[in-house]
């Protein structure tokens, strides 16, 4: 059985907090695990807008329907009338009822989305699309714990651009329209940038896309990376498989292990190619732009994980724009003939329906242990010092705690974090904290807590006596943890626990997003609580890297492409720098005075690839940045995207010695020639 279902199968406590909402799936009890298959949008899918008025969804609506995206109206709370021609209704459940709507896509602020997102799963809309980034953690795990008493919704991201299927010309979210084609590659990616990149390959490469979904980049997404698979495997439309992947989580091992499953029991499988940002940024206590692009304790690293789908069987390249040649050259192997009808491809054997698998069939199958890597210490954003942590733990649940590490092999880790694969909270447990291969994770359910979880599997595995008294000092810690984890929302919770019983050596780490977007926790958000990384400032993500050897600085829009950016400069990059995805001139100005006021930098490497982000702004961007900063080094610009030509035309016509270049690899010839 995979981890996945195994870790649910938990009794829960009789008492359930207020705030716990569950909605009834109908009398036979099926899953969320049902749901995938309502992933498969088209020409056919009715789609509704929340948040229909406002200015982005109305920009986005007008330009989706100009493509040929079916969109028959939307929802604005207690409105009514028609916006854009079409009909503006006050509630969810009414546009349901008078609508029809097979999918929703939201466009509301981060602190109204989780609440748009349930009055979705209330109303049964098959999809929900939410794009919305810096959602709080914990309302998105009180949104999984709902999402899991159903079977009739399925939701994509947050924090991703969406789904579009390029063939029936149906888009809910922000993607650039003009990089699609219809076509034959399916694609899966946790980053939006990277994503783009890949379908312009494709695009390129003469191949054109079938269905797209940014699985988008938190912590525990609505939809994962097998699940996509399980849908790209029966699509007809697709032939081939791009899968895009980064740091943070398991899901690319379990894609592996999916992968070779599906592999083994296919004469002609889909070829599929993949790509996992990271290698070469992964910063103990920081987060690489995305909020789930960073390592809880027993995680694997960017490496590991593409070591695992290669062995799967899955080709890998350095950067995106590699992947339309690749796939176009595995296509054309002789093995796939045109579709008649279709602008695809298909397998020429006869009895490829009779060996695909029932869908999901691969999830559930249990990782070894062996696999775990390293464990790698970082934050959501606030990581607080040891003295804050032992004060923080004493001062909300009256339980001491030494901030002081103890002598090696003193103690047992244990902890409450994030099981990303069952989308829940879990006590996190090793019996030696210095061997990441003993960590072991015990998920529970987010509305119930942790109180009726079973400790006897717990304490075997901290080898520890089951005695009366470990079994009370077992129980008291974890309460004092799991207080402190909802009461402050946390995201990763450890410390360390000797024979006696006595806590040492915490490590707390707090999601910013419940401040940044909903203002809870003021206090611990605080100067006094600063967190243990450089600041960011105008929504921009900048990490110094370590090292004086580098000479190159990046900037780059979209958390992905920065560290493939990164990866691909193999250790010369100065920084990571996220401009984010509503970059502006004023970003990048900002971002070259963070970048120049490194002194190992002699060159500076702008790489955009535009989706919301246009590529002749930021042109302006870097031309400003000339004027008032006082660029003194020299600038490789390659722009890609919405507006690439136009802003290729505003960097060559300046004068001012900038370097413009389309192709990638290109690019970074030159600026590591440059960089000498």
Same mark, same amino acid.
């Given at each position: 059985?995979?981890?996945?279902?195994?870790?649910?199968?938990?009794?829960?406590?009789?008492?359930?907090?207020?705030?716990?909402?569950?909605?009834?799936?109908?009398?036979?009890?099926?899953?969320?695990?049902?749901?995938?298959?309502?992933?498969?949008?088209?020409?056919?899918?009715? @789609?509704?807008?929340?948040?229909?008025?406002?200015?982005?969804?109305?920009?986005?609506?007008?330009?989706? &329907?100009?493509? +040929?995206?079916?969109?028959?109206?939307?929802?604005?709370?207690?409105?009514?009338?028609?916006?854009?021609?079409?009909?503006?209704?006050?509630?969810?459940?009414?546009? @349901?009822?008078?609508?029809?709507?097979?999918?929703?896509?939201?466009?509301?602020?981060?602190?109204?989305?989780?609440?748009?997102?349930?009055?979705?799963?209330?109303?049964?809309?098959? &999809?929900?699309?939410?794009?919305?980034?810096?959602?709080?953690?914990?309302?998105?795990?009180?949104?999984?714990?709902?999402?899991?008493?159903?079977?009739?919704?399925?939701?994509?991201?947050p924090n991703s651009p969406g789904i579009i299927s390029a063939v029936g010309k149906c888009r809910i979210g922000f993607q650039p329209l003009p990089c699609f084609s219809p076509g034959r590659v399916g694609i899966i990616a946790k980053s939006?940038?990277?994503?783009?990149?890949?379908?312009? !390959?494709?695009?390129?490469?003469?191949?054109?896309?079938?269905?797209?979904? +940014?699985?988008?980049?938190?912590?525990?997404?609505?939809?994962?990376?097998?699940?996509?698979? !399980?849908?790209?495997?029966?699509?007809? $439309?697709?032939?081939?498989?791009?899968?895009?992947? *980064?740091?943070?989580?398991?899901?690319?091992?379990?894609?592996?292990?999916?992968?070779? $499953?599906?592999?083994?029991?296919?004469?002609?499988? /889909?070829?599929?190619?993949?790509?996992?940002?990271?290698?070469?940024?992964?910063?103990?206590?920081?987060?690489?732009?995305?909020?789930?692009?960073?390592?809880?304790?027993?995680?694997?690293?960017?490496?590991?994980?593409?070591?695992?789908?290669?062995?799967?069987?899955?080709?890998?390249?350095?950067?995106?724009?590699?992947?339309?040649?690749?796939?176009?050259?595995?296509?054309?192997?002789?093995?796939?003939?045109?579709?008649? +009808?279709?602008?695809?491809?298909?397998?020429?054997?006869?009895?490829?329906?009779?060996?695909?698998?029932?869908? !999901?069939?691969?999830?559930?199958?249990?990782?070894?242990?062996?696999?775990?890597?390293?464990?790698?210490?970082?934050?959501?954003?606030?990581?607080?010092?040891?003295?804050?942590?032992?004060?923080?733990?004493?001062?909300?649940?009256?339980?001491?705690?030494?901030?002081?590490?103890?002598?090696?092999?003193?103690?047992?880790?244990?902890?409450?974090?994030?099981?990303?694969?069952?989308?829940?909270?879990?006590?996190?447990?090793?019996?030696?904290?210095?061997?990441?291969?003993?960590?072991?994770?015990?998920?529970?359910?987010?509305?119930?807590?942790?109180?009726?979880?079973?400790?006897?599997?717990?304490?075997?595995?901290?080898?520890?006596?089951?005695?009366?008294?470990?079994?009370?000092?077992?129980?008291?810690?974890?309460?004092?943890?799991?207080?402190?984890?909802?009461?402050? *929302?946390?995201?990763?919770?450890?410390?360390?626990?000797?024979?006696?019983?006595?806590?040492?050596?915490?490590?707390?780490?707090?999601?910013?997003?419940?401040?940044?977007?909903?203002?809870?926790?003021?206090?611990?958000?605080?100067?006094?609580?600063?967190?243990?990384?450089?600041?960011?400032?105008?929504?921009?993500?900048?990490?110094?890297?370590?090292?004086?050897?580098?000479?190159?600085?990046?900037?780059?829009?979209?958390?992905? =492409?920065?560290?493939?950016?990164?990866?691909? =400069?193999?250790?010369?990059?100065?920084?990571?720098?996220?401009?984010?995805?509503?970059?502006?001139?004023?970003?990048?100005?900002?971002?070259? *005075?963070?970048? =120049?006021?490194?002194?190992? @930098?002699?060159?500076v490497f702008v790489n955009i690839f535009g989706g919301l982000t246009l590529g002749d702004m930021i042109a302006r961007g870097v031309l400003k940045a000339f004027e008032e900063v006082g660029v003194r080094v020299p600038v490789v610009v390659r722009i890609r995207g919405t507006r690439e /030509?136009?802003?290729?035309?505003?960097?060559?016509?300046?004068?001012?010695?900038?370097?413009?270049?389309?192709?990638?690899?290109?690019?970074?010839?030159?600026?590591?020639? =440059?960089?000498?």
């Open positions: 059985m995979h981890r996945c279902a195994r870790l649910r199968s938990h009794a829960h406590p009789a008492s359930t907090p207020a705030y716990a909402r569950r909605f009834s799936a109908g009398p036979r009890r099926q899953s969320y695990a049902d749901t995938p298959p309502n992933l498969r949008i088209g020409k056919h899918t009715r @789609v509704i807008f929340q948040g229909f008025t406002g200015k982005q969804a109305t920009a986005n609506a007008a330009e989706s &329907l100009a493509w +040929g995206t079916k969109i028959v109206g939307g929802v604005k709370p207690g409105g009514s009338g028609e916006h854009l021609g079409l009909p503006v209704l006050p509630t969810v459940r009414k546009a @349901v009822e008078l609508l029809k709507p097979d999918a929703t896509a939201i466009y509301v602020a981060a602190h109204q989305a989780p609440g748009a997102i349930e009055e979705a799963i209330e109303a049964e809309v098959p &999809l929900i699309v939410a794009v919305a980034e810096h959602i709080p953690l914990h309302d998105m795990l009180r949104i999984h714990s709902i999402l899991k008493t159903q079977s009739k919704s399925r939701l994509v991201g939006g940038t990277l994503s783009y990149e890949t379908v312009a !390959s494709t695009t390129r490469a003469g191949l054109g896309q079938s269905l797209c979904i +940014g699985v988008g980049g938190d912590i525990v997404p609505g939809t994962d990376l097998c699940e996509v698979l !399980s849908v790209l495997e029966h699509d007809e $439309d697709t032939d081939a498989i791009a899968l895009i992947g *980064e740091i943070g989580g398991f899901g690319e091992l379990d894609a592996a292990d999916w992968i070779r $499953d599906y592999r083994s029991q296919l004469s002609l499988p /889909k070829p599929i190619v993949g790509l996992v940002a990271g290698t070469m940024s992964e910063v103990p206590n920081q987060v690489m732009g995305h909020a789930g692009a960073f390592t809880i304790p027993g995680e694997p690293n960017a490496q590991e994980k593409i070591d695992a789908l290669s062995r799967a069987g899955v080709t890998i390249v350095s950067h995106p724009s590699k992947i339309g040649d690749v796939l176009k050259s595995q296509l054309s192997s002789g093995a796939w003939t045109k579709r008649p +009808g279709s602008g695809s491809g298909s397998p020429s054997s006869p009895n490829t329906s009779q060996q695909h698998r029932q869908m !999901s069939a691969a999830l559930y199958r249990r990782r070894p242990s062996a696999r775990l890597p390293k464990p790698q210490q970082q934050t959501r954003n606030l990581h607080l010092t040891s003295d804050a942590a032992a004060a923080l733990l004493l001062s909300t649940t009256q339980t001491p705690c030494s901030p002081s590490a103890r002598p090696s092999g003193s103690g047992a880790l244990l902890g409450i974090t994030i099981d990303r694969t069952s989308r829940s909270p879990c006590v996190l447990a090793s019996p030696s904290p210095l061997d990441p291969r003993t960590i072991q994770r015990f998920p529970f359910d987010f509305t119930t807590g942790p109180s009726n979880l079973p400790l006897a599997p717990i304490v075997t595995h901290l080898q520890l006596p089951h005695s009366l008294s470990t079994l009370t000092t077992l129980r008291n810690t974890l309460t004092s943890l799991s207080t402190l984890f909802y009461t402050h *929302e946390a995201c990763l919770l450890t410390v360390q626990l000797t024979p006696s019983g006595t806590l040492h050596s915490p490590s707390f780490h707090f999601d910013d997003a419940a401040f940044r977007s909903a203002g809870r926790h003021a206090p611990l958000h605080a100067p006094l609580h600063a967190p243990l990384t450089s600041p960011n400032s105008g929504g921009l993500v900048y990490h110094r890297l370590p090292g004086p050897h580098r000479k190159i600085g990046t900037l780059v829009n979209g958390a992905g =492409l920065a560290m493939n950016t990164v990866d691909a =400069l193999s250790g010369l990059a100065t920084n990571f720098l996220d401009t984010g995805g509503k970059a502006t001139s004023q970003t990048v100005k900002q971002s070259f *005075e963070l970048i =120049l006021a490194d002194p190992r @930098v002699s060159v /030509k136009k802003g290729m035309e505003v960097i060559r016509g300046a004068g001012l010695g900038i370097e413009a270049y389309e192709d990638f690899e290109e690019a970074v010839r030159r600026v590591v020639d =440059l960089a000498g």
